[in-house]
């Protein structure tokens, strides 16, 4: 019996609390479907997405069940960016997912479908699914068209600072704005928004063909009123996100986001999402599968083009083909379906085809996007993690976007206790070339681990720091972080961890090729290994952890319960 059906039997007022808000007698004994968005006017991402939940609930009428439509609203991390709002960023990643959780289970539904875009909202729409392990799949809100000249909306950071430095005006800084954000859809990049749109058709969570799709076409509108029919099939057919959610499907997404250098952000979000089924995702799994699959696209910001185009050349199943000898193609997907069956299905039915016509109309073909494992656009994939002495239980780098002579590099370090201080003192030429820039106590027990991009944007903007000085921290990035920044330094400062202990003039030691960020040196000389040790020892006896930044309200319940951010720093 459907969990629906189990409540009306227990509960007669239940029956007459849904009549008050509209349903009628015969919509009672029909399958109850969740489509639940994160639709509101919170950035472009959501803007669009009612419509998206209109579609969706369509299709789920025309298959014969009965739908119920919530929204929890996302935040954008763009807006929050460069002030203290930020700090909610990865937290509202918890926040969303517990009130799917509450939805789906308190009422009870049947299945669902989920609908979002954007960086927090889609890992937290599929650890949801993870969580009630329901039958349900995931819609993503598809892809922003670009600006002039292939313009975006990261440019802004680039340009503010230029007004900043009289070197432009503040009409020309008008004309940007007016132009980076043209309609609604995640940002053309290959931010996290992008990146986690890729990973969720990838784990077989969202119908093939879907991640990034223009947002302004009526493809996606189709898109989501198929998944509501295909919710009453997953139901009908008793599918569920833990027969889909294995561990091949999360190695199949790992591929896939070597293949187009994804945000490192994935590797807070698959981890978290695949520990809801049970399955630990090492870092090194990352590491691993990223030194096997090449980068075959070059997106925006690190390289040419923005995402629109990568649908256009046949998205996410067009980057699959190419690297279908390395992928699990007997996983199983939303469609009921293997990889493998998609896979065939779409080119049987033309839909490269179809995507690909649209390159005409830019002059380029689908080769010119997405290259091949044979001639990638860069050898290895776009992310390593780390370990060493400054970080025992591992760090992010996406070296893809790393200047080459920066992968082998020593420098003395100057340590920041927050971003504010590290932005100053680079704006202000107090960091030189060749310094290794610290900042901690912003990981997710320190500051909710907060995006450090307007650090990354002014080191990279900067032409004597760009391919002479580092970054790292216990923070996050945004996966339009561009330059050489290491993130995720685990153990966090607050937790503790080496980078706490680091001071002034210490030797930093960042060596991509061989996978090591270790701390060599003290007051500007090396030192041997068992010395450092020993430093950092009798500074460990010293240190006291600085009062907590957020020590009231949902920041400070996220601060006391968070994991390590290579476990995926979700809420213990």
């Known amino acids: 019996m459907l969990r629906s059906q189990k409540l009306r039997e227990v509960n007669a007022q239940g029956d007459s609390l849904r ?9 009672l004994a029909k399958p109850q479907v969740l489509v639940e968005s994160v639709f509101g006017d919170s ?19 025309e298959k014969g069940g009965k739908p119920g439509v919530f929204t929890v609203t996302d935040m954008c991390d763009g807006i929050a960016m460069a002030h203290d709002g930020m700090n909610y960023s990865l937290v509202s990643r918890e926040i969303i997912a517990a009130m799917v959780e509450i939805h789906a289970m308190a009422s009870p539904y049947d299945a669902m479908v989920l609908i979002s875009s954007c960086d927090k909202s889609i890992p937290a729409h599929l650890i949801a699914l993870a969580r009630t392990d329901m039958p349900g799949l995931h819609v993503c809100g598809g ?6 000249g292939y313009m975006s909306s990261e440019k802004l950071y680039e340009c503010g600072n230029q007004v900043l430095k009289g070197e432009m005006s503040q009409e020309d800084l008008l004309y940007h ?31 093939p063909g879907n991640a990034l799709m223009p947002a302004v076409t009526n493809k996606i ?15 009908e057919r008793g599918i569920r996100p833990s027969h889909i959610l294995t561990r091949e499907a999360f190695e199949n997404a790992i591929m896939v986001h070597a ?6 952000n994935a590797t807070l979000h698959l981890p978290a999402i695949a520990r809801e089924l049970g399955i630990s995702l090492d870092p090194k799994v990352f590491d691993e599968i990223h030194r096997k699959i090449p980068v075959l696209v070059s997106l925006k910001t690190s390289g040419k083009w923005p995402t629109e185009l990568l649908w ?10 190419e690297i279908r000898d390395f992928l699990h193609l007997d996983a199983l997907t939303v469609t009921g379906k293997t990889v493998g069956e998609n896979l065939a299905d779409l080119e049987a039915r033309g839909f490269f085809r179809e995507t690909t016509s649209f390159l005409v109309n830019f002059g380029l073909t689908r080769g010119d996007i997405i290259h091949s494992v044979d001639k990638p656009y860069r050898p290895g994939g776009g992310l390593a993690v780390l370990t060493g002495s400054l970080a025992p239980e591992g760090a992010v780098v996406k070296h893809a976007a790393v200047d080459p002579k920066m992968h082998r590099y020593v420098g003395p370090a100057r340590p920041f206790n927050s971003e504010e201080e590290a932005v100053a003192a680079i704006l202000d030429g107090r960091v030189k070339p060749g310094d290794v820039v610290i900042i901690r106590y912003e990981g997710p027990q320190g500051a909710g681990m907060p995006e450090m991009l307007k650090t990354t944007e002014a080191i990279y903007t900067n032409p004597g720091l760009v391919a002479t000085t580092a970054l790292v921290t216990d923070g996050r990035f945004s996966g339009a972080s561009r330059g050489p920044c290491i993130g995720h330094v685990s153990p966090e400062a607050a937790a503790g961890g080496p980078i706490a202990l680091v ?15 270790e701390v060599v040196g003290v007051a500007g000389e090396n030192k041997s290994p068992a010395e450092v040790a020993a430093v950092l020892g009798e500074r460990r006896a010293r240190w006291q952890r600085p009062q907590d930044k957020a020590p009231k309200g949902i920041l400070g319940l996220f601060s006391r319960l968070a994991a390590s951010p290579m476990k995926g720093a979700y809420m213990e």
């Open 312 to 321: 256009y050349a046949g998205g996410v199943p067009a980057v699959m083909m």
């Open 19 to 27: 009549l008050g808000t509209g349903w009628n007698i015969q919509d």
């Open 221 to 235: 509108t189709q898109t989501a009123n198929r998944a509501g029919r295909q919710a009453m099939e997953l139901l």
């Open 503 to 517: 001071e002034e003039g210490d030797l930093i030691s960042i060596d991509i090729p061989n996978r090591s960020l």
């Open 259 to 264: 293949a187009v250098s994804g945000s490192t």
């Open 43 to 61: 950035h472009p991402g959501s803007y669009h997405l009612d419509r998206l939940a209109e579609a969706a609930k369509i299709g789920v009428y």
């Open 143 to 148: 892809s922003m068209m670009p600006g002039p």
């Open 177 to 207: 704005q007016n132009h980076a954000c043209p309609t609604c859809g995640a940002c053309q990049f290959m931010g996290t928004a992008s990146t986690m749109q890729v990973m969720s058709e990838a784990l077989g969570m969202s119908l």
